[in-house]
């Protein structure tokens, strides 16, 4: 993993940093170059999308000062580009377009400045963008992802630039055509002519239309290759200079006949996309059912429809439909590449219908959360022979219990869920459950356990204890909510509010959150009497006008103190709309209930918003206190997060501490609490109890 995650930071410092800059192009490029980073700028009378994309760029930094609306504009237009190559997405904002964050994170940024700002402080949020994309790709999904990037050289392709008449080719495409690895230029007119006349007219119309358009696209088309017809797909991208000047074309070229020619004599695979087939699926599904003692489950089938490829079919014709169900197989081929289920098989079934098989040892839990991400896939079009397709799917998911003792059995179980799938939004999924003996197998939706879960209480609460770092005392608790589920298996809390958000009852839940941690801590005991809690609240939460009434009766029906409850609130929450939240903030503060800005680090926004808001803790986010006993920044950074919170009156918190060389660190530079595995990890309500007393006596004996 740290081979990984510095393998990563090793390529951003080698690419460049792309900027869009309608009206300080000059100043913001000076101010990034001035960080040590190369930068690739463009104006406001280029697409910025298409310049970032013929750019070797993760990060982008969009200029919005004193041009909003022309800033989100260009933002749209980066942000799926940069998310494809996972990268960052950084918005330099003007002091009076603070309020517009909304519209900012809405139009894709992933960070965001606001102004005044020198150098120092847009190196240190280049630095912080650089981090999250560090974080995001040390998974072993986006690693994989990674490493397929930067292979992506040692692809067959070929590159032409205007004027030319000839193609610079790489060894491997070379190879693929049937000629010799070591020839690296093809006339141009000898390369169309080894296509079939019809063939050649359609690449070349094609390949004109996208330089004239200046922009990217696929481009397929059929070649005899040592007698045998193949079908090959150019990835063609346009190549511009410095002034954005379209100045040729390169692509990197897939033979996608090549592995299911390998395969078509075989029964066990499927022609057209060299998946494997139904028979191969039955046949590997009846095996491992007949050890299913080893396992339990056995083997997980996912089921996955495609829907819309009747209409593309009639639209476009066959050959369309087909080039898009191989683009369905390599995307789920490259998940599965990605993804931590090393014993699985991907299939065609027939039709738009393709599964996913994998045995055991896999839990359903897993199953559930690689199916979000093949939805995930689905949310970015198709692009095939130069158009542009959208299709969503549906999944059915069935684990082969006890009772499973043929193929055809799990599958048809796979087929029930998928069937009730079809009924809910596109890209959604369903689970065939099996109740008791005298119960009837049911369907059951994530969105669905944890809404039950909420409304009956059976959310699982845990408190991580917060300590006094002068005093070596806990002084607070901040509640964490987890589910353990018997089907889904350990479901963390942002899986809990993710699917919550997205089934739209993120406040109910939240409320039950509150709700359920208020009981719990009414009930300790009365030397537990002083121990803060702390509960998180999203910006959903803060939405809505009745958010105050319902935590006031949240505290009434439950008799928790006001006085002991911490609001804890990202800074997104806080920022979306500064004055109502401010008035938010002091009534709440006037009931004795107490603030605290959460994860504070992560938003790399200015801090000048902080004065106007009553506050009373500043959390800082994990990721800079495990940071702090590197580089001499990351104390600065914490040093100067301190002095600030002081001089406000607030109290720093830092999270995340798991060693003591951290805590002496962070003391040394002002913090006065904090949490992490150092202390302890996050505790049921009873073992807190006894833990608390236990930590508390010895401090006591210790400051005797």
Same mark, same amino acid.
């Given at each position: ?12 410092? +080698? ?58 504009? =260009? ?10 190559? #996972? ?55 986006? =690693? ?32 693929? *055509? ?75 070229? $897939? ?41 339990? %489950? ?18 476009? /014709? +066959? ?69 542009? *397709? ?12 006890? /009772? ?17 799938? +079809? ?24 969105? &669905?356990?944890? #809404? ?33 589920? %018997? ?66 009766? *949240? ?17 997104? /929450? ?5 004055? #109502? ?73 830092? $999270? ?18 904090? &949490? ?12 807190? &109890? ?15």
């Amino acid at each position: 993993m740290r081979f990984e995650q510095e393998t990563v930071t090793l390529a951003m410092q +080698r690419t460049p940093v792309f900027l869009y800059s309608a009206r300080y192009r000059r100043e913001a490029t000076s101010a990034i170059a001035g960080t040590g980073r190369e930068v690739i700028s463009c104006g406001s009378t280029e697409n910025p999308g298409r310049s970032y994309r013929t750019s070797r760029a993760f990060i982008a930094v969009v200029d919005a000062r004193g041009a909003l609306a022309t800033g989100l504009e =260009a933002t749209r237009s980066l942000s799926g580009h940069v998310g494809e190559r #996972r990268g960052g997405l950084l918005v330099l904002l003007s002091r009076k377009d603070a309020a517009a964050l909304p519209d900012v994170y809405e139009a894709g940024a992933t960070h965001y400045l606001v102004s005044p700002f020198g150098a120092d402080q847009l190196g240190t949020a280049l630095k912080f963008v650089e981090r999250s994309i560090r974080r995001m790709r040390a998974s072993g999904t986006e =690693a994989a992802v990674a490493e397929a990037q930067a292979n992506l050289s040692l692809s067959p392709s070929w590159r032409w630039e205007r004027g030319k008449c000839d193609i610079e080719i790489s060894a491997d495409l070379a190879q693929m *055509i049937g000629i010799s690895r070591s020839e690296t230029r093809l006339d141009v007119d000898a390369a169309l002519g080894m296509l079939a006349s019809r063939e050649r007219v359609h690449v070349r119309n094609s390949m004109e239309s996208l330089l004239a358009a200046g922009i990217s696209g696929e481009v397929s088309h059929r070649i005899l290759v040592e007698g045998e017809a193949h079908r090959i797909i150019h990835h063609v991208r346009t190549l511009t200079n410095e002034g954005g000047t379209v100045t040729g074309l390169a692509a990197t070229v $897939e033979d996608i006949d090549a592995t299911a020619a390998q395969q078509r004599l075989s029964i066990h695979y499927d022609s057209l996309t060299g998946l494997s087939s139904l028979t191969h699926v039955r046949a590997r599904l009846n095996e491992a059912l007949t050890h299913a003692d080893s396992y339990d %489950p056995a083997a997980i089938a996912i089921l996955l429809g495609v829907s819309r490829l009747d209409q593309v079919n009639a639209a476009y /014709g +066959r050959v369309v439909a087909d080039a898009l169900l191989q683009a369905v197989a390599r995307r789920l081929t490259r998940i599965m590449e990605e993804s931590a289920l090393p014993n699985a098989i991907t299939a065609r079934l027939g039709g738009a219908e393709f599964a996913i098989v994998a045995f055991g040892p896999v839990m359903l839990n897993q199953a559930v959360f690689l199916s979000q991400s093949i939805a995930k896939l689905f949310s970015r079009p198709f692009v095939i022979e130069g158009r542009v *397709i959208h299709v969503a799917c549906r999944i059915g998911i069935a684990a082969a219990d006890r /009772g499973v003792q043929r193929a055809d059995e799990l599958l048809h179980r796979a087929s029930s869920a998928l069937a009730g799938a +079809r009924d809910a939004d596109p890209n959604s999924f369903q689970v065939y459950l099996t109740g008791r003996e005298d119960d009837p197998a049911r369907l059951a939706s994530l969105e &669905q356990v944890v #809404r039950d879960a909420a409304r009956d209480g059976e959310l699982d609460i845990r408190y991580q204890p917060q300590v006094d770092a002068l005093e070596g005392r806990i002084s607070g608790v901040e509640a964490l909510v987890r589910l353990d589920h %018997p089907i889904y298996g350990l479901l963390p809390a942002e899986t809990l509010l993710a699917t919550a958000e997205r089934a739209e009852f993120g406040v109910e839940l939240g409320r039950n959150i509150m709700r359920q941690a208020c009981r719990e801590a009414a009930a300790w005991p009365e030397e537990l009497g002083d121990i803060r809690l702390s509960v998180n609240v999203t910006a959903a939460d803060m939405r809505g006008t009745d958010f105050v009434p319902n935590l006031i009766e *949240i505290l009434n029906e439950t008799g928790f103190p006001a006085e002991r409850l911490t609001l804890e609130i990202t800074e997104g /929450g806080l920022v979306e709309n500064l004055e #109502r939240t401010a008035h938010m903030l002091s009534g709440l503060r006037a009931r004795h209930i107490r603030i605290a800005i959460d994860d504070f680090g992560t938003g790399y926004s200015s801090l000048a918003y902080l004065k106007s808001l009553p506050l009373d803790y500043l959390k800082i986010d994990k990721t800079i206190a495990a940071d702090i006993e590197g580089e001499v920044r990351d104390k600065i950074i914490v040093r100067g997060v301190v002095d600030m919170a002081r001089s406000l009156g607030m109290t720093v918190i830092a $999270e995340g501490v798991e060693t003591q060389a951290q805590l002496d660190l962070l003391v040394r530079e002002g913090c006065n609490w904090y &949490q992490g595995y150092l202390c302890s990890e996050a505790l049921s309500s009873e073992n807190l &109890q006894s833990f608390v007393k236990v930590w508390n006596h010895a401090g006591e004996l210790e400051h005797a």
